[in-house]
């Protein structure tokens, strides 16, 4: 019904810009693309309403990259290792820390040493489910978020050549890259797979189905009473589940929903420098650089306008670990997220997104009680489960390839 | 053809095989001697000199051009192999950077040949010197106000990548030899014979001639590779991603430095390196592309028993049947081609850097 009204919203912005004549270009030219880029699968299922929410099921593996228990191995030895990085101090469980829900329990994750990053770190247990990772959608498999993360200035900031050389020093990897890959020596792409790999072993299934899944599935006694009751409300008053729905408790679409600026852009010197850094890398006009006082997110994507302060729907399982929230770290409670959306999403200082223009007309003040709210706040624990742990493996260790009698003969050979 | 060029080389070579003056052919090599004075602009080297010493200026904010080049050893490194970036070694002996602004072809090997703005940004982002993406650089700078005043003094305007790139070279202009005994005139007796030897009997001239003493060309001396490169991993990882990046055949097998090897791809460059400038070698010992070499005693001792093992040496490399005497003379030639050490404020930034980086106030009313 609201996306309906959405539809129509589109639909007289588009008849306006055409009397609006030739000095709104621009603006036909966005309200004209705006509603043709919904696919029409797209306007079918939200004119049919959000998907009920559904238990997860298995976890999909592409074709090109099979699980394999010596390939899982070998990614999760990867995971742990901070030589896939830039200065050897910096892998992927560096941000992705299993006892802060394998993600970084700051606003912002914590970056390469000398920088910080500028977006909070989002966990990666269930990240096998998304067709799409990070906030603005920018990778489409794990496999090129672990690249590019491995090589992001303010992430791990490694090339591909100095960490391809580490590898091929340390022996269990070249043993175990001969086995699980076929190749003589580690090859960087190969690196990604089996990280990829390790990760979609990671998540909220079996042993760690979360309380929302069993109900879901018929075990009734899965949720309490309080959490039954912020369950309506997720699927009625609050209107969660025009987002949040299905499976994966994503609509695996961008949204402006509000959430505003971090105020620490106004306070710490650090995070203004990669704030200018990801203007800059993400391809902004310089207009676009001196003006930017926010992130833009699905903008620097797609360079439309309507997509400023856009980010994706993100999933809710495992988020009682994985505080704080938005992609910004703004909100480091439940409670404080709740709040934000009952007020249609303005921060109790008032604040809001910078692009109000852009902000969903689903996102509107909710009229929640107290005791509703609490509701809710019970509700969205019930899509943790037990927390997933598991020790660090030992890095394995560096060997020297040729040994002194090699180095002599090949002296004498000279 | 081929063959006649061949024919003329090997010539050449018996000729000077047979101890023939070589005095007598000095006068066809550039004459070593004073060096052109620069022109400096003091505003841009004063901001290059705080750039080098500045730690900001690499990935993880953790060494600066300093760190391999140490003022106190002739801007060279003071370990056989340079220390590299944190998390790999290096594999080379970093070069004095005094007279750096005088040569024609910089890196051992010779790779760059253009000029110090691409040497400078080669040092500045590859991954086992500095790692630096100079797009993070840039905005680190703008981030600090006495950068951003000292940009506008310089005349470069909002700092950037660019300006960067031209103020440490017009820094590195700074670093030049001053008065050395050899400039000034006032060399020892012991010194003046060495230098009658390095023209003639040791014929060190056909190769280091020229107001920097080399000819910038690349020849195989027959240095001995330094194993901790291999032995050590950290080293090694450096020089596979090097010899990886820079397309080498065979590079995981590789036990041997291939010097400019890397530019060509013949066989025949395989080993070569390019001469060093002498000036200033009182400081930036260990020597030779690998440090390999110790002392100053110990490259005459290298070159009088000519050169090292190598099926590819240089022909101009022979026994040079020098006395002790005449080796010592020779040394006290070297010596008398370093001048004052530049440690001083004039050439090394000693103030120190703001701890943190100060927030940019009103951030949300003022344009980035």
Same mark, same amino acid.
């Given at each position: 019904m609201r996306m309906k009204k959405l539809t129509l919203t589109l639909v007289a912005a588009a008849v306006a810009a055409l009397f609006a004549g030739c000095q709104a270009t621009a603006a036909k030219q966005e309200s004209a693309t705006a509603p043709a880029k919904m696919s029409a699968a797209k306007m079918a299922m939200k004119a049919a309403g959000p998907a009920p929410l559904a238990p997860l099921g298995k976890a999909p593996i592409p074709p090109d990259n099979k699980l394999t228990p010596e390939k899982v191995e070998l990614g999760k030895l990867l995971f742990f290792?901070? !030589?896939?990085?830039?200065?050897?101090?910096?892998?992927? @469980?560096?941000?992705?820390e299993p006892e802060q829900g394998w993600a970084w329990?700051?606003? %912002?994750s914590r970056g390469y040493p000398g920088t910080v990053h500028w977006r909070n770190s989002q966990s990666?247990?269930? @990240?096998? $489910? %998304?067709?799409r990772q990070f906030w603005a959608g920018s990778a489409s498999s794990n496999e090129k978020q672990a690249k590019s993360a491995a090589k992001g200035g303010v992430a791990g900031n490694g090339e591909d050549d100095i960490m391809e050389a580490r590898l091929a020093l340390i022996p269990e990897y070249k043993k175990r890259f001969k086995a699980v890959f076929g190749t003589e020596w580690p090859i960087i792409d190969d690196v990604w797979h089996a990280i990829s790999a390790f990760e979609r072993?990671?998540?909220?299934?079996? =042993? $760690? =189905?979360?309380p929302l899944d069993k109900y879901l599935k018929?075990?009734? *006694?899965?949720?309490n009473e309080e959490q039954t009751r912020g369950m309506a409300l997720f699927n009625g008053?609050?209107?969660?589940?025009?987002?949040?729905?299905g499976e994966l408790t994503t609509d695996l679409d961008f949204h402006n929903i509000g959430v505003p600026p971090n105020k620490r852009w106004e306070e710490d010197g650090l995070a203004q420098i990669t704030f200018r850094f990801e203007q800059y890398a993400k391809g902004q006009t310089e207009k676009g650089y001196r003006a930017a006082k926010s992130d833009w997110g699905f903008y620097y994507r @797609?360079?439309?306008?309507?997509?400023?302060g856009k980010f994706r729907t993100a999933?809710? !399982? $495992?988020?009682a670990y994985t505080a704080p929230y938005m992609h910004n770290g703004v909100f480091y409670t439940l409670e404080e997220v709740v709040d934000f959306y009952n007020r249609g999403?303005?921060? =109790? =200082?008032g604040r809001t997104t910078l692009f109000p223009e852009n902000? *969903?007309?689903?996102?509107?003040?909710?009229?929640?009680t107290d005791q509703e709210k609490e509701d809710l706040v019970a509700f969205l624990e019930a899509f943790s489960g037990p927390e997933i742990m598991m020790e660090k493996p030992e890095q394995p260790p560096y060997a020297p390839l040729f040994n002194m009698a090699e180095l002599k003969a090949a002296q004498e050979a000279k | 053809m081929g063959v006649r060029v061949t024919t003329g080389r090997t010539l050449l070579a018996a000729v000077m095989g047979f101890g023939v003056a070589l005095s007598a052919q000095a006068a066809e090599y550039p004459a070593i001697g004073k060096l052109p004075q620069l022109k400096i602009n003091n505003a841009k080297a004063e901001l290059g000199k705080r750039l080098f010493f500045?730690?900001?200026?690499?990935g993880d904010a953790a060494? #600066?051009?300093?760190?391999? /080049?140490?003022p106190d050893k002739g801007y060279a490194? +003071? &370990?056989?192999?340079s220390p590299g970036y944190p998390g790999n070694g290096h594999f080379r002996n970093a070069s004095s950077?005094?007279?750096?602004? /005088?040569?024609k072809v910089w890196n051992w090997d010779g790779r760059?040949?253009?000029n110090l703005n691409d040497m400078t940004r080669e040092m500045l982002t590859e991954d086992y010197t500095m790692n630096m993406d100079m797009r993070i650089m840039q905005e680190r700078i703008k981030q600090d106000p006495v950068y951003v005043q000292m940009f506008k003094d310089a005349g470069y305007g909002e700092p950037s990548n660019g300006s960067v790139r031209k103020a440490i070279p017009e820094y590195m202009k700074t670093l030049t030899s001053a008065n050395s005994p050899f400039d000034k005139g006032k060399m020892s007796a012991s010194a003046k014979n060495g230098m009658k030897l390095f023209k003639g009997?040791?014929?060190?001239?056909?190769? /280091?001639?020229?107001p920097l003493l080399t000819d910038q060309k690349a020849h195989n001396?027959?240095?001995? &590779?330094?194993?901790d490169v291999f032995l050590d991993p950290m080293n090694h990882q450096a020089f596979i991603a090097f010899t990886m990046f820079q397309g080498i055949p065979n590079y995981m097998n590789l036990?041997?430095?291939?010097g400019y090897y890397n530019i060509?791809?013949?066989? &025949?460059?395989?080993g070569k390196f390019v001469t060093p400038s002498l000036r200033e070698l009182k400081y930036s010992a260990p020597y030779m592309h690998n440090g390999m070499i110790k002392t100053l005693a110990d490259v005459v001792n290298f070159y009088n028993q000519g050169?090292?093992?190598?099926? +590819?040496? #240089?022909?101009?490399?022979?026994?040079? +049947?020098?006395?002790g005497k005449e080796k010592k003379d020779l040394v006290a030639f070297l010596e008398a081609l370093s001048g004052n050490k530049l440690t001083s404020d004039k050439h090394v930034w000693k103030q120190p850097y703001p701890a943190e980086y100060e927030a940019i106030a009103n951030w949300t009313e003022v344009p980035n």
């Open positions: 290792d901070p !030589r896939v990085g830039g200065d050897a101090s910096t892998g992927c @469980s560096t941000c992705h329990a700051e606003d %912002f990666i247990i269930n @990240s096998a $489910y %998304f067709p072993t990671m998540n909220t299934t079996g =042993e $760690y =189905e979360v018929g075990d009734k *006694s899965a949720l008053k609050a209107g969660c589940i025009n987002c949040h729905n @797609s360079k439309n306008k309507w997509d400023k999933p809710l !399982r $495992y988020i999403g303005i921060d =109790e =200082e902000k *969903s007309p689903l996102i509107k003040p909710l009229g929640l | 500045d730690k900001r200026l690499s060494v #600066s051009c300093a760190t391999c /080049h140490v490194s +003071k &370990e056989a192999l950077l005094i007279n750096v602004a /005088h040569k760059i040949g253009t009997k040791a014929g060190c001239i056909q190769c /280091h001639n020229g001396t027959g240095v001995p &590779e330094n194993f036990k041997r430095d291939p060509t791809l013949l066989d &025949e460059d395989m050169g090292g093992k190598d099926s +590819k040496k #240089s022909d101009l490399l022979k026994p040079l +049947k020098l006395s």
